[in-house]
């Protein structure tokens, strides 16, 4: 099952790539020379990628292994690895090595400013997932 945040919280998410996006494309139609024209397009790739995760953060649980999607990377745990979802919210899990992780869910996490709906459903995706994660 996929669960990511409301469509508000997911177009927000995005904001933290497509603003700097948009500021480097400006910065690269304005630029005198090839190379910062070549940076200004190298940052805007990356912050369109940024925009991209941002708007797919979120975690897919299937019958043996939890997905989190982050800003950066992708973490895949093995269903039998998790010990627990932090009120963080984070999942506290154990690697192949013994060594114990620490992974958190940035599309779940809360804020005072939030409006309550955005909470609620928030705090539901979390009680599904550690409902999941005990069976």
């Known amino acids: 099952m996929e669960q990511s945040s409301a469509t508000l919280n997911r177009l927000a998410n995005t904001v933290l790539g497509a603003v700097p996006a948009v500021a480097c494309l400006a910065y690269a139609t304005q630029a005198d020379t090839a190379v910062a024209r070549l940076a200004a397009g190298l940052a805007l790739i990356g912050f369109a990628v940024l925009a991209v995760r941002g ?28 010990m627990e979802i ?18 958190p869910l940035t599309a779940f996490m809360t804020s005072p400013g939030e409006i309550s709906a955005t909470r609620l459903h928030k705090d539901r995706v979390i009680r599904k997932l550690r409902q999941w994660a005990r069976h």
Do not use: M
Request: aromatic share 14%.
């Open 55 to 82: 708007y797919r953060l979120g975690v897919t649980y299937e019958h043996s292994r939890l997905v989190i999607r982050g800003y950066l990377r992708t973490r895949v745990i093995d269903r039998e690895r998790i």
């Open 86 to 103: 932090t009120d963080f919210p984070a999942v506290r899990w154990t690697a192949r090595n013994g060594r114990k992780r620490w992974t």
